[in-house]
């Protein structure tokens, strides 16, 4: 029975995509998804995130912002909002040059993993914002403009 249900339901898909395509309004709603049409536009980043693998490379690079601001985003490669976030911390990466970006993949190593041990970090996404080698601030959720309102908020502190 899910045999015939699999090849019914790819039937059905096949006819749907063939009479879409013949259609004479699917060109117009397919029109922006093709290169060269002036709505379909890529934008290039300078994604400046630093991949972090092991607690040695976190101190470093904390170290080495000195008395700037840094933040790490911690996350996972299973977590679903982590995967929605990642996009807005390029963008904001690129936004904010002067502001050191860190991202720690706590499944990615067993290194990584101490990390998240070592920074008691239980619920992803999370982010901790360091300015001057200390821990000043964290925001543990996938809200972007909360994101950027803490880092913003950092940001003026150390410029006064």
């Known amino acids: 029975a899910k045999m015939v249900t699999k ?5 059905l898909m096949a006819v749907v995509v063939i009479a879409l395509s013949t259609c004479h309004g699917f060109s117009k709603i397919s029109a922006p998804l093709r290169r060269g049409h002036p709505r379909f536009t890529t934008t290039r980043l300078a994604v400046r995130v630093v991949d972090i693998d092991n607690a040695s490379n976190l101190d470093n690079a904390i170290e080495s912002a000195g ?3 840094v933040i790490i985003d911690y996350s996972t490669t299973w977590c679903g909002p982590c995967k929605v976030i990642a996009p807005v911390f390029d963008k ?16 990615s190593s067993p290194d990584a993993a101490k990390i998240f041990s070592r920074e008691r970090i239980r619920s992803v996404p999370a982010f901790h914002f360091y300015v001057g080698g200390e821990k000043v601030d964290s925001v543990v959720s996938a809200n972007g403009p ?9 940001l003026e502190e150390t410029s006064t």
């Open 67 to 69: 008395s700037g601001v």
């Open 146 to 154: 909360l994101v950027e309102q803490t880092l913003q908020k950092h």
């Open 92 to 107: 904001l990466s690129d936004k904010y040059p002067n502001v050191t970006f860190l991202k720690v993949i706590g499944d």
């Open 7 to 11: 090849y019914w339901l790819a039937s």
